[in-house]
């Protein structure tokens, strides 16, 4: 166990012997130095990884679910910053909030940011001291950074200070954190109970994630739409048509079996759209581009659950299908 002193939890002990640990670590000499490190503390559940893919297979499993990754972000095999990013956006795994600190050996711009971008909890650079290491957890333990959902990332809210005058006030979302409730004893985590809390939680993400793409897709038709009309589209109009179909596609994914599902339909008509504006190269219509516009915006506005909204839904929608249907008749 490890007595640390905290605001919480003052002179606390933590018991880690029930802590299912994933230790991924290609390095031999580096990951018997961390497991003797951990096993001292108390550690004793610690599975050890080599490669990414057995890391892929056991965050995939129902066999062992971990209650902790620490994880060399060039694990051979695979990108574990894309890992990282599936985990927090559930689609890897079934608790996307299990604590992960990444390790790497460089500090690089490139690396740092990957790590960022994936939502992991920490970053420690190599060579990694046992009182550096502990302190990262006990700070997971302790005081774990609330959520924060944007469209493009789920993770610790990594913000400092004052929110700036005129930014988006974006909310935090506190997360179960099943290893400081392991190492409290604050209850049984094994119970349905813990479960449960965790699915409720995903599904406050998943809500939130849902409304920034929403404004996601106004933001972008806004911009893609002008540039358009103005004969003076650039690089980037094409990659924000691509940004829009990606984001579309995502939200439909997440709204099955949600209260927002009425919503997919007008989705799939967005992308009918982004693919025939993607395939007209320089040219689309305008007709595609008043489209891209109204869909965007019914979408944004579908969420208030307006019987209006819903109708005019159906109306774009039907008005699309009949269009496809016309061009393949005829």
Known sequence: MLNVPGNNLEMQSFHFGDIELILAEPNQQVRNGLKSALRSQGFYRVTEVTRFRRLKEIVESEALTPDLIITDIELPGGDVCDLCYD??????????????????WSAGEDQVRGVIDSGADDLLIKPISTNNLLARITQLIKARKPFVVTT?????DRRSGEQREG????PTLEVPNKLQAKATGQENVSSEAFQAAVDKAAAVINE??????????????????????????????????????????????????????????????????????????????????DLLTQLSRAIQAAYSSDEKVVAMAHDITDSIDKAANKVVSG
């Open 167 to 170: 930014t988006e006030d974006i």
């Open 87 to 104: 985990i927090r956006h559930h689609k890897a795994g079934n608790d996307p909030f299990v604590p992960i600190i990444a390790t790497s």
């Open 208 to 289: 939130r994630k849902m409304e920034r793409h929403a404004y996601q897709l106004v933001y972008l038709a806004d911009h893609i739409v002008p540039a358009y009309k103005t004969g003076a589209p650039d690089g980037s109009v094409n990659k924000n048509v691509e940004r829009a179909t990606y984001v579309a596609q995502d939200l439909s994914r997440r709204m099955k079996g949600t209260r927002f599902s009425h919503i997919s339909e007008l989705c799939e008509s967005l992308l009918k759209v982004t693919s025939t504006i993607l395939a007209a190269g320089n040219s689309p219509t305008a007709k595609d581009l």
């Open 152 to 156: 493009e990332y789920i993770g610790p």
